[in-house]
């Protein structure tokens, strides 16, 4: 049985149906276009942790360049498909406002980066934790940072199109992967371990037209106690049972109810359910397309 690295998306992706897992993780699949989301989240986050590491060298660092530059890359190597309510001129306005205003609601937030053993900031720093054997967790968290209590706590930053739920950012599974990411590798890093996790959301609504609504903007960090054991070992019993099921060769679908289905948002419900592969993109060193997968003959 060979080694399986897992990432935090590749838990949420599962959670949601492993049969979209198996064909994005394992067999490699894609779509051809990927929606704006994607490389707007990139552009705001790389503008975001770019101006943190100028900031703690003295460096310049100009957050509206570094956006237009990334999502301009990003459109110009990708087929992008933007929602009929916005443009990618709006997309482009919202982006520039947020990143135009990141280190304001960063000084507000009262946090500062949380150094390493050699006085390097922990930002986008990626990281291996064994959670099993032949089970590896790799991730990337975005912000380690302190607060005024000198706790460590772990930042992630988001984009949505609305404030999540305060009770999200106590059940977020991906913050609870880059809690256990931090803890395995706390030693190295010279931490005390993780204290608090919690979401710097970038709400990316839309410019206003006249002088009302609010418009984009970054929402106060809210913080949550870290995870506790029980919380711990039921993330690692997530990556186990994806483990579990590569190496028995099945990963079942989940289509869920009718109201709450995840097929009707899956990149891949037409390859999967139609057994219509157009839009999809498959690795190159595969020499022809594989059939959506069926029940293995013992099951």
Request: hydrophobic share 35%; glycine share 6%.
């Amino acid at each position: 049985m060979t080694e399986l690295m897992v990432r935090p998306s590749g838990i949420l992706k599962h959670d949601d149906c492993p049969r979209s897992y198996e064909l994005q993780y394992e067999l490699g699949l894609r779509t051809e276009a990927m929606s704006i989301n994607l490389p707007f989240g990139t552009a705001v986050h790389k503008s975001a942790t770019d101006y943190l590491i100028a900031e703690h060298y003295s460096r310049s660092c100009n957050v509206v360049d570094i956006f237009k530059e990334t999502l301009t890359k990003e459109l110009e190597s990708n087929i992008i498909e933007v929602p009929s309510s916005k443009s990618i001129q709006d997309y482009f306005a919202i982006g520039e406002r947020l990143v135009e205003e990141f280190p304001e609601a960063w000084d507000k937030s009262g946090l500062m980066l949380c150094l390493d053993k050699e006085g390097k900031p922990i930002v986008e720093r990626r990281m291996k934790a064994t959670l099993s054997f032949g089970l590896v967790l790799n991730g990337q968290p975005d912000i380690v940072a302190l607060d005024s209590e000198g706790d460590v706590c772990v930042i992630d930053i988001k984009t949505p199109a609305q404030v999540s739920d305060p009770l999200f950012l106590k059940a977020s599974d991906q913050l609870t992967c880059y809690q256990l990411l931090l803890e395995h590798n706390a030693d190295a890093l010279g931490i005390d371990g993780v204290q608090k996790l919690g979401f710097m959301e970038g709400v990316k609504r839309a410019i206003p037209k006249t002088g009302r609504g609010e418009g984009p903007g970054w929402e106060p960090i809210q913080l949550a106690p870290a995870r506790d054991e029980s919380d711990r070992q039921d993330l690692i019993q997530k990556a186990l049972e994806i483990k579990r099921q590569r190496d028995s060769g099945y990963f079942p679908k989940r289509s869920r109810m009718a109201y709450n289905t995840p097929c009707t948002m899956c990149d891949f419900r037409h390859y999967c359910v139609e057994k219509d592969a157009s839009g999809i993109v498959f690795p190159k060193e595969r020499e022809s397309r594989p059939e959506p997968i069926a029940l293995p003959a013992w099951f």
